[in-house]
């Protein structure tokens, strides 16, 4: 159980770029180095984590400390995961709101992203070799690539890839039962009181993270339409100060909610918007990893999760492929993402924590000099 808490508290402390970075350093950190599961049962977890809403990053975690750990391990590797992403947002909050601004600390982020894009190159070539079976998750790979690219939302296609697989087999088999593979969930409800409380942020954190799809960036959408627009317990301009901190922390974006709740309510509201916005992810994966060997069990479910599979590859490819279009003309950029490609695929021991830190100082040094 130690091990679970290290690996994760370390991610945590290094998963800097968004949920593709993280799960390419979780694909790195337990599969190559660790060798927890094999390349198919991670690329099954990633599938079977899109089906749910929340933050598909820190879902991942919570279902690798399940298949190492159990239920302990589940709880063990979500906390550890999280948990510095909330303490060093909570510390930006307590500075933001004693002095009135942020410390400058970008420079020292500048390299963090080419190094991340690397990684996740390399993680994304090495999961299409199992996510793209034959011609058709290929096809249905790249079209979602594509997709992608041109906007389409992500929960659009994986749950229209997932639809498509389970029609396609079950047309083969002359089945006509179709099924939702995802239950209804309740979207906003008013609460009874919109007084600032701990209670009344932790109701409308919980909720936006029941429905909450796609990228952590759409929180900022649910934020602004609740927190600003409905209850107006924020303006805009605060708003925009906790994503801006959600760009300088590692982990998942959405601590962003840690900082909001300090905002609102000191560290009363910290905590519960915390539990609010993370509480409903264990709650999901802990009731999904539980019907994991029954779709593996089913012909017609495993042929729609290699469906899923292919999509989520697809994402990926997307995501790095708009990653690293902003770095093109850069020649700085460029050149620690080639390094970082170079030590993921020649040094596959090498941990991801240090390409990270290594992007890091390596940006700020080129940085310097102009």
């Not at 809403?53 to 159990?70: A, E, H, K, L, V």
């Not at 990228?215 to 107006?232: F, T």
């Not at 069990?297 to 790095?320: F, Q």
Request: aromatic letters at 12%; charged letters at 15%; a positive charge.
């Amino acid at each position: 159980m130690l091990e679970i808490i290290f690996v994760f508290f370390k991610l945590g402390c290094v998963a800097f770029g968004g949920p593709a970075a993280h799960i390419a350093m979780m694909e790195k950190e337990i599969i190559e180095k660790r060798k927890w599961m094999t390349h198919e049962d991670f690329l099954d977890l990633i599938g079977i984590t899109n089906i749910i809403p929340g933050p598909n990053s820190t879902q991942m975690t919570m279902q690798c400390g399940y298949f190492r750990g159990g239920n302990i391990g589940l709880i063990l590797a979500g906390t550890a995961f999280i948990l510095p992403a909330v303490l060093i947002t909570l510390l930006f909050a307590v500075a933001f709101v004693r002095y009135g601004s942020l410390p400058t600390i970008e420079p020292f982020f500048l390299g963090i992203k080419p190094a991340v894009i690397g990684i996740i190159l390399m993680a994304t070539i090495k999961l299409s070799k199992k996510g793209f079976k034959n011609k058709i998750l290929i096809a249905k790979g790249i079209t979602v690539a594509l997709l992608s690219l041109f906007g389409v939302n992500e929960f659009i296609l994986i749950i229209g890839t997932a639809f498509l697989g389970f029609t396609i087999h079950s047309m083969k088999n002359k089945s006509k039962k179709l099924r939702s593979l995802i239950p209804g969930f309740l979207l906003f409800i008013k609460p009874t009181t919109v007084s600032i409380s701990g209670i009344s942020i932790f109701w409308s954190f919980i909720k936006i993270a029941f429905i909450l799809y796609g990228s952590g960036y759409v929180l900022i959408a649910y934020v602004d339409s609740e927190l600003v627009e409905r209850l107006e317990w924020l303006t805009k301009e605060e708003l925009l100060d906790a994503i801006a901190v959600g760009q300088f922390t590692p982990g998942p974006v959405l601590t962003t909610a840690t900082f909001i709740g300090y905002q609102l309510n000191g560290f009363i509201g910290a905590i519960t918007a915390s539990l609010g916005m993370f509480l409903p992810s264990f709650i999901l994966v802990a009731l999904l990893v539980k019907i994991i060997p029954f779709i593996k069990k089913s012909k017609t479910l495993s042929t729609t999760l290699e469906y899923i599979n292919a999509a989520a590859v697809g994402i990926m490819i997307a995501v790095t492929m708009k990653l690293s279009f902003s770095f093109l003309f850069n020649w700085r950029y460029c050149a620690i993402m080639m390094v970082s490609i170079t030590l993921t695929y020649f040094f596959k021991k090498i941990s991801s924590v240090w390409i990270v830190f290594g992007g890091a100082i390596l940006g700020y040094l080129l940085n310097l000099i102009g």
